[in-house]
């Protein structure tokens, strides 16, 4: 099993630029989530997901957007890169309520 | 709000001791408690659950406590090994998100031998 993939691994945008953070998953898991994490900072939510064409936002959604077309993918879209954007984002999944969350191995962005 | 407190400060302990993070709580009433391990440049790895009616659960070298009445847990690694350096991550669930995770902001074990 692969587990949760995220592409890329690391991207440099130049402000105004917009791009796609891909997650796919292979367990089938219906929940699955978009994290930030800042330098000193603890994981910020920033869009989560209960279900196939079910989303919500978390407690930093502002400058992204979130789709949940299948089971497997979660794809993070940035729509107008900001230097605040700057951040590794982690997508993570879990099976249902009270169990594990699998984390990918984060996407390093930077913003210029 | 709710907010979850870890040592800031980096643990350095020596090989063989045992090492003892701890995780605070407030203005929450989570149903399960979780502990994962963060390497530099990688995802967290979950280790351990707990839930609000453990008081304690073990697996391998690692013990976690967890008191809802002092809202707080205490995660050991016994025999202790350089291989266990990293930063360890207290995460509660999170009312309404779906079950999301709420991250404290980790503290990192440094095992020297």
């Known amino acids: 099993n692969a587990g949760v993939t995220q592409t890329p691994k690391f991207r440099i945008l130049k402000i105004g630029q917009s791009m796609t953070l891909q997650c796919t998953q292979d367990?089938?898991?219906?929940?699955m989530y978009w994290y930030r994490q800042d330098p000193g900072m603890g994981l910020k939510l920033i869009y989560y997901?209960?279900?196939?064409?079910?989303?919500d936002k978390g407690e930093v959604p502002n400058g992204y957007n979130v789709s949940r077309s299948t089971t497997e993918d979660f794809p993070l879209r940035l729509e107008l890169a900001a230097p605040s954007q700057t951040s590794v984002y982690f997508c993570?999944?879990?099976?249902?309520?009270?169990?594990?969350?699998?984390f990918g191995q984060g996407t390093r962005l930077t913003v210029v | 709000s709710q907010k979850i407190e870890q040592n800031s400060e980096a643990l350095n302990i020596q090989e063989g001791k045992t090492a003892t993070l701890t995780c605070n709580y407030t203005?929450?009433?989570?149903?399960?408690l979780q502990w994962y391990r963060q390497d530099p440049g990688r995802g967290p790895v979950f280790l351990l659950l707990?839930?609000?009616?453990?008081k304690e659960k073990r697996k391998e070298r690692l013990k976690v406590t967890f008191d809802t009445t002092l809202k707080q847990s205490l995660f050991h690694i016994t025999a202790s090994q350089p291989a266990d350096s990293a930063t360890y991550l207290c995460?509660?669930?999170?009312?309404?998100?779906?079950?999301?995770?709420?991250f404290g902001k980790g503290t990192s074990l440094l095992v020297t031998p």
């Open positions: 995460a509660l669930d999170r009312p309404n998100s779906g079950y999301a995770l709420n």
């Open positions: 993570a999944s879990s099976l249902r309520e009270n169990t594990e969350a699998f």
């Open positions: 203005n929450y009433s989570p149903a399960y």
């Open positions: 367990m089938n898991h219906n929940y």
């Open positions: 997901s209960v279900g196939a064409g079910i989303t």
């Open positions: 707990i839930r609000e009616n453990e």
